[in-house]
């Protein structure tokens, strides 16, 4: 008796080549590959859409309000990054039984008014749980004509970020141990078993991870510059650098010395039995604006910035020490068809 023929399973793709694969087709007219789309083709807008799934992106316990604002600020970190001013909203909602809807919306459109944002449609339904597609449509600011663009990155260009990479990934942990955001109040995890010395340091990485805070003021200076490329950092420090300049066709060096390793990130990544470089690197989720500019600029101070390191030519990325020694940037960062890579 034969057997049964089954149907072999294809190893899993990642979200990197398979993105690579959309932008090759003719469909896609290279619209794909920055943190929002262009349209019409160097046109007046910018749109892009992002998915929020409980038990993927966020706990289904989470604070209905908190909920809220965390989807707006997360989409509209994308707008940021493009150097647009939002306009309107399109939210797609399916919840479960007994969801909060009018919290939830409270909390949003407070969201919306301070970011002179206008919910202009969407789309209800029930589900098992809590799912959320949003869609932001970005304008030109007054007075600025440019995008910013992830391709524009520039040999001797400075790399910068827009604060300290690697907070929200010690929230997310925390979270994992039960660490939750109840509108302004943090509850810490009793299972983490947090010195009281860490206390404060665990509640700004909760917050960070559960509240972040769109840089749309920076995305705004940025776009009035000139020169250099920028894009948000979502899937992690590295990851998003390397996106950043495979688009540009350069390379990077960054400087250990320059990444924020500070004396209270390092002790609580140690207590959670993490690596704090690695967090810094790959942790993902800390919506920071990752951008270039020439050596001869930089940001204004209030906008609280980091320089990291510098692009060069060439694909590759590295990582220099204290002592001039290089190796190579590790591929750290989420792949959200994989894994954490």
């Given at each position: 008796m034969p057997h049964k023929k089954t149907r072999q399973q294809?190893?899993?793709e990642s979200e990197r080549s398979l993105l690579a694969w959309?932008?090759?087709?003719?469909?896609?007219?290279g619209l794909i590959g920055d943190d929002a789309a262009v349209l019409p083709e160097r046109g007046e807008h910018v749109i892009t859409v992002d998915t929020q799934i409980a038990g993927v992106h966020f706990p289904a316990d989470i604070d209905e309000r908190v909920l809220a604002k965390r989807l707006l600020a997360v989409n509209l970190s994308d707008i940021a990054a493009m150097g647009a001013r939002p306009a309107h909203a399109f939210l797609a909602l399916a919840a479960p039984q007994g969801f909060d809807h009018r919290s939830f919306f409270s909390a949003f459109l407070d969201g919306c008014a301070n970011y002179e944002l206008v919910l202009a449609g969407g789309d209800l339904a029930s589900a098992k749980r809590i799912f959320l597609s949003l869609t932001l449509v970005g304008e030109h600011w007054k007075g600025v004509k440019r995008w910013l663009r992830r391709s524009t990155a520039r040999p001797g260009e400075a790399v910068w970020i827009g604060g300290d990479p690697g907070w929200a990934s010690l929230g997310l942990e925390l979270s994992r141990l039960g660490g939750r955001l109840r509108g302004r109040r943090v509850e810490?995890?009793?299972?983490?078993?947090?010195?009281?010395?860490?206390?404060?340091?665990?509640?700004?990485?909760?917050?960070s991870h559960f509240r972040p805070v769109p840089q749309l003021d920076l995305g705004r200076w940025l776009a009035r510059q000139h020169e250099g490329a920028a894009c948000d950092v979502s899937d992690g420090l590295a990851r998003d650098l390397r996106n950043l300049c495979s688009a540009s066709g350069q390379g990077a060096i960054l400087d250990r010395e320059l990444l924020p390793l500070a004396p209270d990130f390092r002790d609580l990544a140690a207590h959670l039995g993490l690596d704090p470089l690695t967090q810094i690197l790959g942790g993902g989720e800390d919506y920071l604006l990752l951008f270039t500019l020439p050596p001869t600029k930089a940001p204004p101070a209030e906008l609280r910035c980091r320089r990291l390191g510098a692009i060069v030519e060439g694909g590759e990325l590295h990582l220099r020490d204290r002592l001039g020694g290089f190796s190579p940037l590790p591929d750290l960062g989420w792949d959200h068809l994989g894994s954490y890579l």
């Amino acid at each position: 008796m034969p057997h049964k023929k089954t149907r072999q399973q294809r190893p899993t793709e990642s979200e990197r080549s398979l993105l690579a694969w959309l932008k090759r087709k003719k469909a896609t007219y290279g619209l794909i590959g920055d943190d929002a789309a262009v349209l019409p083709e160097r046109g007046e807008h910018v749109i892009t859409v992002d998915t929020q799934i409980a038990g993927v992106h966020f706990p289904a316990d989470i604070d209905e309000r908190v909920l809220a604002k965390r989807l707006l600020a997360v989409n509209l970190s994308d707008i940021a990054a493009m150097g647009a001013r939002p306009a309107h909203a399109f939210l797609a909602l399916a919840a479960p039984q007994g969801f909060d809807h009018r919290s939830f919306f409270s909390a949003f459109l407070d969201g919306c008014a301070n970011y002179e944002l206008v919910l202009a449609g969407g789309d209800l339904a029930s589900a098992k749980r809590i799912f959320l597609s949003l869609t932001l449509v970005g304008e030109h600011w007054k007075g600025v004509k440019r995008w910013l663009r992830r391709s524009t990155a520039r040999p001797g260009e400075a790399v910068w970020i827009g604060g300290d990479p690697g907070w929200a990934s010690l929230g997310l942990e925390l979270s994992r141990l039960g660490g939750r955001l109840r509108g302004r109040r943090v509850e810490l995890p009793r299972e983490a078993r947090l010195p009281e010395n860490q206390h404060r340091a665990a509640r700004r990485a909760l917050r960070s991870h559960f509240r972040p805070v769109p840089q749309l003021d920076l995305g705004r200076w940025l776009a009035r510059q000139h020169e250099g490329a920028a894009c948000d950092v979502s899937d992690g420090l590295a990851r998003d650098l390397r996106n950043l300049c495979s688009a540009s066709g350069q390379g990077a060096i960054l400087d250990r010395e320059l990444l924020p390793l500070a004396p209270d990130f390092r002790d609580l990544a140690a207590h959670l039995g993490l690596d704090p470089l690695t967090q810094i690197l790959g942790g993902g989720e800390d919506y920071l604006l990752l951008f270039t500019l020439p050596p001869t600029k930089a940001p204004p101070a209030e906008l609280r910035c980091r320089r990291l390191g510098a692009i060069v030519e060439g694909g590759e990325l590295h990582l220099r020490d204290r002592l001039g020694g290089f190796s190579p940037l590790p591929d750290l960062g989420w792949d959200h068809l994989g894994s954490y890579l």
